[in-house]
C-alpha cells in the first residue's frame, strides 16, 4: 500500500510517525510544506522539514514539538549579548542542522538533495520531500501590521495578530519537484495529515498541477480540529477571524471537492446531514496523538480503512 502524506509542523509530523512506524519505509512518503522556510541570520531555516525530520528520527524536543530534545542554547544567549535577535530560538544542536543546509544550499544543491542526505544520516527511511525546490514563502495578512512573514507572525508575535488571509510568495512560479509529483502519481492513496489547512497544507495544494494529480486518488484526510478546538497553534482562532466557525465541516468545506474522507475526533457532534449532503466519508474515531501508541493506533487504522475501500 503506496501512501503519500502531505504534512506541515507539530501535528503532521505525529501522524507521519505513525504511518511510519505501520507502513514499510518503501510505502510512505512524506511531502512536507516548505511556505514557513524563511532566512534568520543569515541562515536557511526549514522549519518543518526539520519537525517532521526530528520527529521521524526520535530526536525532536517531545514538549515544545519542534526543535531537538537535550537541547542547549549557549548560541542564542551569546546572539543575544551582542544584540542580535533571539525571538527565534534556535538551539545548538539545531545550529547545526541550518548551518550545514545553508552550506549545501549555496554550493548549488537543492533542498530535496539535501534533505535526502539528511535522513540518511539521522536514519530516516523514509523518503520526506520538499513540497518544491522554488521559493515559496507564506505570509500572513494581519489588521494590525499588514502582510507579515509567517514565522513573524507565529513566533514573534505568538499568532496573537488578527488575520486577513494568506498570500504564498512565489506560488505561480514555483512547481512541485518531480519526486512529489512521482510520490503522488505512484501512490494508492494520499493522506492529509492533522496540520494547519491555511498554513501548511494549502501551500502544497496550491503547487502548480497539485490538485489535478489529486483529482484521480483517494484523498483521506485527519481533522486537525477537536471539538472545534486546535491541538496547539492558531487553527481555530484563524477560522473564527475569517468568520468560519471552526469545526469538522469548516474542515470539509475548506478541502472540498478533493476530499473523500474524514476523520475527526468522536467527541466532536457532527451534523450528520453532512454525509448525506456530500460525498464525503465522515470516520468518528480518537483522533488525539499523544504518544507513539495513538499515532500507531491511528495510523493502523487508516491504512485498514484504505485497504478495504481503495478504489480500483
Ligand atoms: N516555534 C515557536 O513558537 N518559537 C520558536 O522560538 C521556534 C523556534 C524554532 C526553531 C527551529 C524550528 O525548526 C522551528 C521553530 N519553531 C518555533 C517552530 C516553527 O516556527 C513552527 O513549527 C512552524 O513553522 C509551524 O509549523
Same mark, same amino acid.
Given at each position: 500500500?503506496?501512501?503519500?502524506?502531505?504534512?506541515?509542523?507539530?501535528?503532521?509530523?505525529?501522524?507521519?510517525?505513525?504511518?511510519?512506524?505501520?507502513?514499510?519505509?518503501?510505502?510512505?512518503?512524506?511531502?512536507?510544506?516548505?511556505?514557513?522556510?524563511?532566512?534568520?541570520?543569515?541562515?536557511?531555516?526549514?522549519?518543518?522539514?526539520?519537525?517532521? &525530520?526530528?520527529?521521524?528520527?526520535?530526536?525532536?524536543?517531545?514538549?515544545?514539538?519542534?526543535?531537538?530534545?537535550?537541547?542547549?542554547?549557549?548560541? $542564542?544567549?551569546? #546572539? %543575544?549579548?551582542?544584540?542580535?535577535?533571539?525571538? *527565534?530560538?534556535?538551539?545548538?544542536?539545531?545550529?547545526?542542522?541550518?548551518?550545514?543546509?545553508?552550506?549545501?544550499?549555496?554550493?548549488?544543491? /537543492? $533542498?530535496?538533495?539535501?534533505?535526502?542526505? *539528511?535522513?540518511? =544520516?539521522?536514519?530516516?527511511?523514509?523518503?520526506?520531500?520538499?513540497?518544491?525546490?522554488?521559493?515559496?514563502?507564506?505570509?500572513?495578512?494581519? @489588521?494590525?501590521?499588514?502582510? =507579515?512573514?509567517?514565522?513573524?507572525? *507565529?513566533?514573534?508575535? !505568538?499568532?496573537?495578530? &488578527?488575520?486577513? %488571509?494568506?498570500?504564498?510568495?512565489?506560488?505561480?512560479?514555483?512547481?512541485?519537484?518531480?519526486?512529489?509529483?512521482?510520490?503522488?502519481? /505512484?501512490?494508492?492513496?494520499?493522506? #492529509? &495529515?492533522?496540520?494547519?489547512?491555511?498554513?501548511?497544507?494549502?501551500?502544497?495544494?496550491? $503547487?502548480?498541477?497539485?490538485?489535478?494529480?489529486? @483529482?484521480?486518488?483517494?484523498?483521506?484526510?485527519?481533522?486537525?480540529?477537536?471539538? %472545534?478546538?486546535?491541538?496547539?497553534?492558531? =487553527?481555530?482562532?484563524?477560522?473564527?477571524?475569517?468568520?468560519?466557525?471552526?469545526?469538522?465541516?469548516?474542515?470539509?468545506?475548506?478541502?472540498?471537492?478533493?476530499?473523500?474522507?474524514? *476523520?475527526?475526533? !468522536?467527541?466532536? !457532534?457532527?451534523?450528520?446531514?453532512?454525509?448525506?449532503?456530500?460525498?464525503?466519508? =465522515?470516520?468518528?474515531?480518537? #483522533?488525539?496523538?499523544?504518544?507513539?501508541?495513538?499515532?500507531?493506533?491511528?495510523?493502523?487504522?487508516?491504512?485498514?480503512?484504505?485497504?478495504?475501500?481503495?478504489?480500483?
Amino acid at each position: 500500500m503506496k501512501i503519500a502524506a502531505l504534512a506541515g509542523g507539530v501535528g503532521g509530523a505525529k501522524l507521519a510517525q505513525g504511518l511510519a512506524k505501520v507502513l514499510g519505509s518503501d510505502e510512505l512518503s512524506i511531502i512536507v510544506n516548505t511556505g514557513d522556510d524563511f532566512e534568520h541570520l543569515g541562515l536557511y531555516i526549514s522549519p518543518d522539514i526539520d519537525t517532521v &525530520c526530528y520527529t521521524l528520527a526520535d530526536k525532536a524536543n517531545v514538549s515544545l514539538g519542534w526543535g531537538l530534545k537535550d537541547e542547549t542554547y549557549k548560541a $542564542l544567549e551569546k #546572539i %543575544g549579548q551582542l544584540n542580535g535577535p533571539t525571538w *527565534f530560538k534556535i538551539g545548538d544542536s539545531d545550529l547545526a542542522t541550518h548551518l550545514m543546509r545553508t552550506q549545501k544550499m549555496k554550493s548549488g544543491e /537543492t $533542498l530535496t538533495h539535501v534533505t535526502r542526505d *539528511f535522513c540518511e =544520516l539521522w536514519g530516516i527511511k523514509n523518503r520526506v520531500l520538499p513540497m518544491s525546490d522554488d521559493p515559496v514563502r507564506t505570509f500572513v495578512d494581519t @489588521k494590525e501590521k499588514g502582510l =507579515l512573514p509567517f514565522q513573524e507572525y *507565529f513566533v514573534k508575535h !505568538q499568532f496573537e495578530l &488578527c488575520i486577513r %488571509g494568506f498570500y504564498f510568495k512565489g506560488i505561480d512560479s514555483a512547481s512541485p519537484t518531480k519526486e512529489v509529483i512521482d510520490a503522488i502519481k /505512484t501512490s494508492d492513496a494520499v493522506i #492529509i &495529515c492533522p496540520s494547519n489547512p491555511f498554513v501548511s497544507i494549502d501551500p502544497i495544494l496550491s $503547487l502548480r498541477g497539485i490538485k489535478d494529480i489529486l @483529482k484521480g486518488k483517494n484523498v483521506i484526510a485527519v481533522s486537525p480540529l477537536i471539538g %472545534g478546538k486546535a491541538i496547539k497553534g492558531p =487553527l481555530a482562532k484563524m477560522f473564527r477571524e475569517m468568520n468560519i466557525e471552526p469545526s469538522v465541516r469548516a474542515i470539509t468545506d475548506h478541502y472540498g471537492e478533493i476530499l473523500d474522507c474524514l *476523520f475527526f475526533d !468522536q467527541i466532536d !457532534q457532527v451534523d450528520m446531514a453532512l454525509e448525506e449532503h456530500s460525498c464525503i466519508i =465522515l470516520r468518528a474515531t480518537n #483522533i488525539l496523538l499523544p504518544d507513539i501508541e495513538s499515532r500507531i493506533r491511528l495510523a493502523a487504522e487508516i491504512v485498514e480503512f484504505l485497504k478495504a475501500t481503495n478504489k480500483d
